[in-house]
T-cell receptor, first 111, second 114 residues
Framework: DAGVTQSPTHLIKTRGQQVTLRCSPK?????VSWYQQALGQGPQFIFQ???????QRGNFPDRFSGHQYPNYSSELNVNALLLGDSALYLC??????????FGSGTRLTVV | KQEVTQIPAALSVPEGENLVLNCSFT??????LQWFRQDPGKGLTSLLL?????REQTSGRLNASLDKSSGRSTLYIAASQPGDSATYLC?????????????FGTGTLLAVQP
């Protein structure tokens, strides 16, 4: 049973560019959340999708947007990249149970 | 606003020692608390999940306890091994349902020396 799958694993972008990160949730899970983890810090909540709608959002600017598809997969889009957006981006999914399952993350480097 | 703190920030122990990692949270009205392990540059692996109505959970050499009233949780690792070296994160959720988000501490970096 595949867990949470994220792509790509690594990405290098230039300031001002746009990036799209992808996530396939664990089988049977319908809720997807995205987190940003800076080096040496705990993950910070970006937003959560359920039934193809953004249900909750953390303290991130509108440059961060997302989408959830009918098959529950999700995308995270970041526009006008800043150097400070360099981080590990984690996707987590949850089903009818209580705990979250995390993917291996996408390492984004903005230069 | 919920805040999660983990102490110590880093810990180095010789192989075979029993150890305790601490997690504290400011708002005791949590829905559940989850402990994760993170290897360098990798994603999070869930270790234990404790519901607000539970006092502890055990998995193998790991035991996590929860004291909601005092806003504390501990992760006990018995007979530590070099393979236990990683960052340990605790996270709380204040709500159930579709809109619960996880609020993380900054983690404890554990090094088990052979």
């Amino acid at each position: 049973d595949a867990g949470v799958t994220q792509s790509p694993t690594h990405l290098i972008k230039t300031r001002g560019q746009q990036v799209t990160l992808r996530c396939s949730p664990k089988s049977g899970h319908d809720t997807v959340s995205w987190y940003q983890q800076a080096l040496g810090q705990g993950p910070q909540f970006i937003f959560q999708y359920y039934e193809e709608e953004e249900r909750q959002r953390g303290n991130f600017p509108d440059r961060f947007s997302g989408h959830q598809y009918p098959n529950y997969s999700s995308e995270l889009n970041v526009n006008a990249l800043l150097l400070g957006d360099s981080a590990l981006y984690l996707c987590a999914s949850r089903g009818k149970g209580y705990g979250y399952t995390f993917g291996s993350g996408t390492r984004l480097t903005v230069v | 606003k919920q805040e999660v703190t983990q102490i110590p920030a880093a810990l180095s122990v010789p192989e075979g020692e029993n150890l305790v990692l601490n997690c504290s949270f400011t708002d005791s009205a949590i829905y559940n608390l989850q402990w994760f392990r993170q290897d360098p540059g990798k994603g999070l692996t869930s270790l234990l999940l404790i519901q607000s109505s539970q006092r502890e959970q055990t998995s193998g050499r790991l035991n996590a306890s929860l004291d909601k009233s005092s806003g504390r949780s501990t992760l006990y690792i018995a007979a530590s091994q070099p393979g236990d070296s990683a960052t340990y994160l605790c996270a709380v959720s204040n709500y159930g349902g579709a809109t619960n988000k996880l609020i993380f501490g900054t983690g404890t970096l554990l090094a088990v020396q052979p």
